[in-house]
């Protein structure tokens, strides 16, 4: 046991850093861009928060934005997982460990910005149970981080699962992955719910204290992790040996579809409920879209949303552009931007924009948070790298084809 937990551990090292040129370049690459965000973060660490544009008006700002879009992204896993192993599907069969994949490196990524959002980071051990003191059951951060954790750990368990048993050319032991599987469904709707509850539980912020943000946020999460997914596809095609069939493609994308009108729908109906009651909330989401007394510098990026949103779902919705390669990709940008545009500055800013003493304060991320957010990404695609690079030799292998 322990020489082939040795032998997998040194081997899939050997693998994961195993490369030519190009791959040697893109993790050189990664590799600075890391180093880049790590000094911008050391900067913001001696310093404080006073290196963001973050104030008391606007406190949650890029960090959280690009936390909870993340956050959907990792819950985007269930999209292939529900076909292959509930439905048995072999096409997506063969490739749903890609989906756990980016889960891992999507739950890194998305705990990093929460990390690098504190302002005081060596306590962040008070967030965790038994050592600290996160505050349950009372304490919806404290339900997120435990969430979080679980789902990562989960995935984790899955992924470490099906490498190993692949490596040693054996087939996965389906009583222990399967359940493990079933029940990332839930979880996975559990992660995303949770951080929804904790814009909809903060009564003082109307625009967010609305009971249908949970289904909006796993119905815009369904559209942008999928999206990220049918394009690393693409490239995995490209530039490996791994084969992916044109119908996981095209039935990825049918789901997407499903998923956008759902998600639009859901933004028309809270659109209805603000304008139509006309309430003093409705300010917030005037701002949004219209500005309010020359404030409005989230205008653009909010219509520029729901243009890439609408444009998108047509072209999802129409099964000729939805198997077109080039129709295809662009309809993955437009829905990845529209989604991040939605679930960053379009959701965290007018929240907070006004304030409670209907102070405007009009942020922008200083070049340090895009530094450090822009190293948190690079790590994130750092792990998705190596983890893809130790899984797709084993999927190339027919002899243990079987741990897919």
Not at 209 to 220: E, K, V
Not at 250 to 256: G, P, T, V
Not at 355 to 379: H, K, Q, S
């Amino acid at each position: 046991m322990i020489k082939d937990i040795t032998s997998f551990t040194t081997g899939s090292a050997r693998i994961a850093f195993k490369g030519g040129p190009t791959f040697y370049a893109w993790i050189g690459f990664l590799g600075i861009v890391c180093l880049w965000g790590l000094a911008a973060w050391w900067n913001q660490f001696q310093h404080g928060l006073i290196t963001t544009n973050m104030r008391d008006q606007v406190s949650w700002a890029f960090y959280i934005g690009n936390f909870t879009f993340l956050v959907g992204v990792a819950a985007a896993a269930v999209m292939l997982v529900i076909p292959a192993y509930i439905y048995n599907w072999k096409p997506i069969k063969e490739i749903a460990i890609f989906g756990e994949l980016l889960a891992v490196s999507a739950i890194v990524m998305s705990m990093l910005f929460v990390f690098v959002d504190v302002g005081r980071p060596d306590r962040v051990w008070q967030l965790m149970p038994i050592i600290g003191t996160p505050n349950l059951p009372s304490s919806l951060l404290g339900w997120d981080v435990m969430v979080l954790n679980g789902y990562l750990v989960l995935n984790l368990i899955i992924v470490v699962h099906l490498l190993y048993t692949g490596f040693h050319k054996r087939p996965y032991n389906r009583k222990f992955v399967v359940p493990l599987l079933l029940f990332s469904i839930p979880a996975a709707v559990g992660i995303h719910t949770v951080t929804a509850f904790v814009y909809a539980g903060t009564a003082a912020r109307p625009f967010w204290n609305s009971a249908i943000l949970a289904p909006r946020f796993l119905a815009s999460a369904f559209c942008s992790g999928p999206a990220i997914l049918l394009i690393l596809f693409q490239i995995l095609q490209r530039t490996t040996h791994i084969k992916i069939k044109d119908e996981a493609i095209w039935k990825i994308a049918e789901l997407m579809a499903y998923a956008m009108f759902l998600n639009l729908f859901l933004f028309g109906a809270e659109i209805f409920r603000e304008y139509y009651s006309n309430t003093h909330h409705l300010i917030h989401t005037q701002y949004l879209y219209s500005g309010v007394h020359g404030h409005d510098a989230l205008v653009p990026y909010a219509w520029a949303s729901l243009i890439c949103s609408v444009a998108a779902f047509l072209l999802f919705l129409i099964p000729a552009t939805r198997t077109h390669l080039v129709t295809l990709n662009l309809g993955c940008v437009l829905i990845f931007a529209g989604v991040y545009i939605e679930k960053g500055m379009a959701l965290v800013i007018p929240g907070m924009t006004p304030d409670t003493l209907g102070e405007f304060y009009e942020y922008v991320p200083t070049l340090n948070e895009v530094r450090i957010g822009a190293g948190i990404f690079a790590i994130g695609f750092l792990v998705f790298t190596l983890l893809c690079k130790m899984a797709i030799p084993i999927l190339r292998d027919p002899d243990s084809g079987k741990a897919a």
